[in-house]
Structure formats: C-alpha cells, structure tokens
C-alpha cells in the first residue's frame, strides 16, 4: 500500500510569491493534515481537512490555506512569501478525524 | 505556551541498553499520546500511540509508560539498536478538539555500536 505522496520534494520561492503544495493520501484515507516544521518551532499544526471541509486550524495567518479535492487529495497554498515561512511542510493522512495520522516525507520550500 | 513539554533534547545509549525519553503535557483534555520516529530527510513515522484508560503499552521493543495523575508518558526502547538512532517526537491530541496533533521538540537519540 503506497504511503503519503507529498509534491514537489523541494521548492525554492523568492520572497512575495506564492507557492502550491501537494498532498496524495493513502489510498481510503479521507482526512488530511498539514505541519510546519521548523529547527525553532519544532511541528506546528497547520490546518486539517475531512470531506473537503476544513475542520480544525492551527495559529497561523491567513496567508496559510488549503483545500482538500472530492478524491481527499489536499492542496496548501501559502501567498506572499517571507523568509520566515522556509520550512518542512508535512501532510498527514488518517482514515477520518482522531485516527491515527501518517506522515508524507515533505516538501522542503526555502525562501530567498 | 508550550504543551509538552520533551526531554532530554539529546541522548546517547550504548547499544543493547534502554533508551528513555519523558513528555509532560499541561492540557488535561489531552487523550491520545503518540510517538514518532524521524530519520533525516523523512517524515515522521508512528511508532506507538496510548490512550489514557492503560498505564502501559508495549510494541515489540518499544513500551509507552503513562501516569495519568502526573501528567507525564515515557517511551522506553529495549535493546537500542545503531538503526533506532532518529529523533524521536511525543505527541498529544484532544478527540475531537479543534487542533490536531501538538508535538513535543523532540529528542536527538544516538545508539553506539
């Protein structure tokens, strides 16, 4: 059975842009979740989507914000980019809300 | 405000011993505690997860000790292994709360040959 696909691996943006990242969750999994990793903040809750609603979101500006599609594939989206937003960005599949969640290996997005 | 607070940061086991690594949580609605595995350049991979009904799970080397009156859960790896060395994540989650999983910082843990 195929794990979390996380696209693209690595990402590098310049301050202002935005920035699109993908997450394919294992296959009959329909809730999906996002976390920022940092070497100072350690993970952060981002946002959690079920049924392509957005339950559940961490403490993060609105730049921040995501969706999930029909299939429970999940997008996030974080726009003008800061230097501050550089980080591993992880997505997380569970078979629905408060079941064990699986992490994808990341995407790597470095600001300049 | 810190949640859960992990420690040690870092921890070096001889291969064979026993790896202890501590959680303290301060949220007393926390009711799913679960341990992850990180090896450089993955993610975060389950390990084990405990729910505060039991004081104990074990998972082949890998045991969640919980004490629910002090706030605390450890997990402990039996005969470390050089492969176990990862940084190893606490967790908690409140079902149904509305956020998801709040992480601990993490603990660097290298097993000598």
């Known amino acids: 059975k195929a794990g979390v696909t996380q696209t693209p691996r690595y990402l590098i943006k310049t301050r202002g842009q935005q920035v699109t990242l993908s997450c394919s969750p294992i296959s009959g999994h329909r809730s999906v979740s996002w976390y920022q990793q940092t070497p100072g903040q350690g993970l952060q809750f981002l946002f959690e989507?079920?049924?392509?609603?957005?339950?559940n979101k961490g403490n993060f500006p609105g730049r921040f914000s995501g969706r999930q599609f029909s299939n429970s594939r999940s997008e996030m989206n974080v726009s003008t980019l800061e230097l501050g937003d550089s980080a591993l960005y992880l997505c997380?599949?569970?078979?629905?809300?408060?079941?064990?969640?699986?992490f994808g290996d990341g995407t790597r997005l470095s600001i300049l | 405000q810190q949640q859960v607070k992990q420690s040690p940061q870092s921890l070096i086991v001889q291969k064979g011993g026993i790896s202890i690594i501590n959680c303290a949580y301060e949220n007393t609605a926390f009711d799913y505690f679960p341990w992850y595995q990180q090896f450089p350049g993955k993610g975060p991979a389950l390990l084990i997860a405990i729910r505060p009904d039991v004081s104990e799970k074990k998972e082949g080397r890998f045991t969640i000790s919980f004490n629910k009156s002090a706030k605390q859960f450890s997990l402990h790896i039996m005969d470390s292994q050089p492969g176990d060395s990862a940084t190893y994540f606490c967790a908690a989650r409140v079902s149904g709360g509305a956020d998801g999983l709040t992480f601990g910082k993490g603990t660097h843990l290298i097993i000598q040959p």
């Open positions: 989507y079920f049924s392509e609603t957005q339950r």
């Open positions: 997380a599949s569970s078979l629905g809300p408060d079941q064990p969640q699986h």
